[in-house]
C-alpha cells in the first residue's frame, strides 16, 4: 500500500481487492511525541465531543490513530486530524470480509498503532469479519499493552465483556426485548473483546434518543439468568463520551446535556422466560454526568447527576425516584411591615402557598424539577402583588422590563432573558433559551422575537401597568427632581420582590429559577443579578440558590454560586453558606437581600438581612409553610434522602 504523506489518499485498489479499503493522513514516519497510556472512550454515537477525543489524543502520545469501520469512507479520520488536531496521522481500515482481518499489513497497522478508535456501523459485521481472527487478538494486545481504545455507537457495542451483537440482521427495541428477554432476537456475543474494568459490563448507545434503557434491562437480565449474576449494564446518551482512564475512573464528556446510564439489578429476574414478558423489579439506575465520577472497578457514582429505580412488570418499563420531593420559593426579600396591610399579608400569604400546591403537584406525578421551578414561578408573575410579570416595576421611562433565569442542576444547562416587555411570563422563555437554543442568555427585541418562534403569544406592555407600581415610580421621580442621588434612594429602598423557586425531585435532581422586574426607576437599560447565572441564579447536583435583593452586589460577588460551591467544595451547610454570603459579604460591601438555598440532601436555608422576605416551602406531608416576617415562626424541612 502507498501512503501519502500530507492528505487522505484514494483506496488502495490492492486493499480493495483483498476485503478491505485503506485510507491515511498525516506523516506515518514522524516518531510518535509522547507516551500513550491506557485508556477507554465509551462515545454513545452521534456528534464527536471534540474534547473527549483531545482527551483520547494525549492519552495515545498524540501520536499514529487508527479507525476501523465496516462502511463508510475517511471522513471521521479527516475529523480527528484536522478538526480535533493533535495527532501525527490517522489511518482508516474498512472491513468487507472476514479474511481482512488476518491480512498481514492490516495486522501490522493495528499492532502499530497509539490509539485505536471502532467506529458506528453494524456491529454484527464487527462480530462475523473479526471475532476468532487474528486481528481480534491483535486487539486485545492492544489494550494489554496499554494503549487507548474507543469506540462510538457500533464501536462501543462491541466494548463490553458481552455485546449486543445484532446478529439477525435488525436491532431489538425496548418493547421487544422485555416482551421476550429470552427470544431470537438476544443476539448477545461474549468471548470478543477483553477489556480491563469492562468484565462485568454489556453496553448500550445512542441511550436516551432512542430509548433503549428497557433494553439493557432485558440484556442483562438474560445475561444474569443465563448465570453471570454480578453483570452490569452500560448504557451513553448520543453526543457524549465516558472516558476512562488506566485507573478505571470515567468521567463524561457531552455537547448536548446527555448522559452515561450505571444499570444495577438487585439478583436475577423475578420471571424471565422463552416467550413471556420480562419480570424485574427494583433496577437501580443511576446517571452519570459532566459533574460526576464513575469508578469503573466497583461501579460506585461520585456525585450523580440522578437515582431512579427501574421496575420492569409484564414487559413494561416504569422509571421512579426515592428521594422525598422538595419545593422552596420566595417573593423578594426586603418586605417592611410599615408598608403592609392585613390585606396585603393575607393575599401575600395565599399566593406563596397557591405557588407551592402548583408547584408540588408537579413533583408528585414524578415529573422534573423544573416543572416544578416553572410551575411555582407563573403562579407569582401572575400576581401583581410580586415585582415579576405582571406586578412589574416602571423603569424611569414608564416601561416595564423582565427578566427571569432558570438552571438545571443536573446538567448546568441554563437560560435567561432580559429586558423583555411583551412576554407574559418570563420565566417560561427563559426556559425555552435553555432548551431549544444554543444559548444562555437572550436580551429585549431579540429575547421576543424568539418568543414568537418558540410559539409564545406576545401581550400588550398594558398588561404590566398596576397603579400601584405607576405610583411608586412617580415619587422616585418627584425624588429624583428634588436632587436625591439614585445611589441614596437605592440605599433607602428595601422592597426588591424579586421571585423564585428551587426544586428537588424524587430522582435526586435540582433546580433553581429567578423572574424579576427589577428595581423602580432603573435607567439605561440597567439589569440586575436575576437573569445572570452564577449571581442570582445556580443549580449543580449539590445546591440549587435563588436571589433577591441589591443585584450589583449579588452581580459582584457572584452569590448565588460562591453559596453553591461553599456547599461542594468546602462542605459548608446550606446555614453555613448562606449567612457567609447573605449575612456578611454583601452586607460588608453595602448591599442586602436574601436568598433561598436547597442541598441535595434536602437542607433548607433562607437567609435575609431585611426586616422580612417572602419564603415558603412544601414537602412529603404536601402542606405549605410560608412566611413573611424575619420573626415569624417556620420550620424548616430536615434533611432526607
Same mark, same amino acid.
Given at each position: 500500500m502507498t501512503c501519502? @504523506?500530507?492528505?487522505? @489518499?484514494?483506496?488502495?485498489?490492492?486493499?480493495?481487492?483483498?476485503?478491505?479499503?485503506?485510507?491515511?493522513?498525516?506523516?506515518?514516519?514522524?516518531?510518535?511525541?509522547?507516551?500513550?497510556?491506557?485508556?477507554?472512550?465509551?462515545?454513545?454515537?452521534?456528534?464527536?465531543?471534540?474534547?473527549?477525543?483531545?482527551?483520547?489524543?494525549?492519552?495515545?502520545?498524540h501520536g499514529h490513530f487508527v479507525i476501523l469501520r465496516a462502511s463508510g469512507e475517511d471522513g471521521m479520520q479527516k475529523e480527528l486530524y484536522t478538526e480535533v488536531g493533535g495527532v501525527v496521522s490517522v489511518q482508516t481500515l474498512v472491513f468487507h470480509s472476514r479474511e481482512a482481518a488476518s491480512d498481514p499489513k492490516v495486522l501490522d497497522i493495528v499492532r502499530h498503532a497509539d490509539g485505536i478508535f471502532i467506529a458506528g456501523g453494524d456491529q454484527s459485521n464487527y462480530v462475523n469479519f473479526w471475532k476468532g481472527t487474528p486481528l481480534n487478538v491483535a486487539l486485545n494486545q492492544h489494550v494489554e499493552q496499554g494503549k487507548p481504545i474507543g469506540g462510538t455507537s457500533a464501536g462501543l457495542a462491541i466494548l463490553g465483556a458481552y455485546a449486543y451483537g445484532a446478529m439477525d440482521g435488525g436491532s431489538i427495541t425496548s418493547k421487544e426485548a422485555m416482551h421476550d428477554p429470552l427470544g431470537k432476537a438476544m443476539t448477545l456475543v461474549d468471548d470478543f473483546m477483553h477489556l480491563p474494568n469492562m468484565q462485568r459490563v454489556v453496553t448500550d448507545t445512542h441511550f436516551h434518543k432512542r430509548?433503549?434503557?428497557?433494553?439493557?434491562?432485558?440484556?442483562?437480565? +438474560? /445475561?444474569?439468568h443465563a448465570g453471570h449474576t454480578d453483570l452490569v449494564g452500560l448504557?451513553?446518551?448520543? +453526543?457524549?463520551? /465516558?472516558?476512562?482512564?488506566? +485507573?478505571?475512573?470515567?468521567?463524561?464528556?457531552?455537547?448536548? +446535556?446527555?448522559?452515561?446510564? /450505571?444499570?444495577?439489578?438487585?439478583?436475577?429476574?423475578?420471571?424471565?422466560? @422463552?416467550?413471556?414478558?420480562?419480570?424485574?423489579?427494583?433496577?437501580?439506575?443511576?446517571?452519570?454526568?459532566?459533574?460526576?465520577?464513575?469508578?469503573?472497578?466497583?461501579?460506585?457514582?461520585?456525585?450523580?447527576?440522578?437515582?431512579?429505580?427501574?421496575?420492569?412488570?409484564?414487559?413494561?418499563?416504569?422509571?421512579? *425516584?426515592?428521594?422525598?420531593p422538595l419545593l422552596v420559593i420566595h417573593g423578594g426579600a426586603g418586605v417592611e411591615r410599615a408598608s403592609m396591610t392585613p390585606r396585603i399579608e393575607a393575599d401575600a400569604r395565599a399566593a406563596l402557598e397557591l405557588a407551592l400546591r402548583k408547584g408540588y403537584a408537579e413533583l408528585k406525578t414524578g415529573k422534573a424539577a423544573t416543572d416544578a421551578v416553572t410551575a411555582a414561578i407563573t403562579v407569582l408573575e401572575d400576581d401583581p402583588l410580586f415585582n415579576a410579570g405582571k406586578g412589574a416595576v416602571f423603569t424611569h421611562d414608564g416601561k416595564n422590563e423582565l427578566d427571569a433565569s432558570i438552571m438545571d442542576g443536573s446538567t448546568m444547562a441554563a437560560g435567561a432573558v432580559a429586558?423583555?416587555?411583551?412576554?407574559?411570563?418570563?420565566?417560561?422563555?427563559?426556559?425555552?433559551?435553555?432548551?431549544?437554543?444554543?444559548?444562555?442568555?437572550?436580551? *429585549?427585541?431579540? @429575547?421576543?422575537?424568539?418568543?414568537?418562534?418558540?410559539?409564545?403569544?406576545?401581550?400588550?406592555?398594558?398588561?404590566?401597568?398596576?397603579?400601584?407600581?405607576w405610583q411608586e415610580l412617580q415619587k422616585a421621580l418627584k425624588d429624583d427632581a428634588a436632587g436625591v442621588s439614585l445611589t441614596e434612594r437605592l440605599l433607602a429602598l428595601k422592597h426588591f420582590g424579586t421571585v423564585g423557586a428551587l426544586a428537588r425531585d424524587s430522582q435526586g435532581r435540582l433546580a433553581a429559577g429567578t423572574s424579576t422586574g427589577g428595581m423602580t426607576d432603573k435607567r439605561y437599560g440597567r439589569v440586575g443579578d436575576s437573569p445572570i447565572v452564577g449571581a442570582g441564579t445556580y443549580a449543580n447536583v449539590g445546591c440549587a440558590v435563588s436571589g433577591t435583593g441589591w443585584g450589583e452586589f449579588y452581580i459582584r460577588v457572584s452569590a448565588a454560586r460562591e453559596i453553591c460551591l461553599r456547599m461542594t467544595e468546602l462542605n459548608e451547610s446550606a446555614e453555613q453558606a448562606g449567612k457567609a454570603v447573605i449575612n456578611e459579604e454583601i452586607p460588608q460591601m453595602g448591599g442586602d437581600g436574601g436568598a433561598i438555598i436547597l442541598g441535595a440532601d434536602g437542607s433548607v436555608s433562607m437567609p435575609f438581612n431585611t426586616e422580612g422576605m417572602y419564603r415558603g416551602w412544601i414537602g412529603a406531608d404536601g402542606v405549605p409553610h410560608v412566611a413573611i416576617y424575619s420573626g415569624d415562626p417556620l420550620v424548616l424541612p430536615q434533611p432526607s434522602r
Open positions: 501519502s @504523506a500530507a492528505a487522505a @489518499a484514494s483506496p488502495d485498489p490492492a486493499a480493495v481487492r483483498q476485503g478491505y479499503e485503506y485510507y491515511q493522513i498525516g506523516d506515518l514516519k514522524t516518531p510518535t511525541p509522547g507516551h500513550t497510556e491506557a485508556a477507554l472512550m465509551l462515545m454513545g454515537g452521534g456528534k464527536w465531543p471534540h474534547k473527549a477525543f483531545a482527551w483520547f489524543a494525549a492519552k495515545g502520545g430509548d433503549r434503557l428497557g433494553r439493557l434491562i432485558a440484556f442483562v437480565a +438474560n /445475561l444474569r448504557g451513553v446518551d448520543q +453526543n457524549a463520551a /465516558l472516558c476512562v482512564d488506566g +485507573n478505571g475512573i470515567g468521567w463524561l464528556f457531552t455537547i448536548d +446535556n446527555g448522559f452515561a446510564w /450505571l444499570v444495577q439489578p438487585k439478583g436475577v429476574p423475578d420471571r424471565i422466560e @422463552a416467550g413471556k414478558p420480562l419480570e424485574y423489579r427494583g433496577t437501580h439506575i443511576t446517571g452519570v454526568g459532566t459533574q460526576s465520577r464513575i469508578d469503573l472497578k466497583d461501579f460506585k457514582v461520585s456525585r450523580p447527576v440522578f437515582d431512579a429505580i427501574a421496575d420492569v412488570h409484564d414487559g413494561e418499563l416504569t422509571l421512579h *425516584g426515592e428521594h422525598a429586558e423583555v416587555h411583551r412576554v407574559r411570563n418570563p420565566i417560561l422563555l427563559a426556559r425555552a433559551v435553555m432548551e431549544h437554543s444554543p444559548h444562555v442568555m437572550m436580551v *429585549g427585541d431579540g @429575547a421576543e422575537t424568539f418568543a414568537t418562534e418558540q410559539g409564545f403569544k406576545l401581550v400588550e406592555p398594558s398588561y404590566f401597568r398596576t397603579d400601584r407600581r
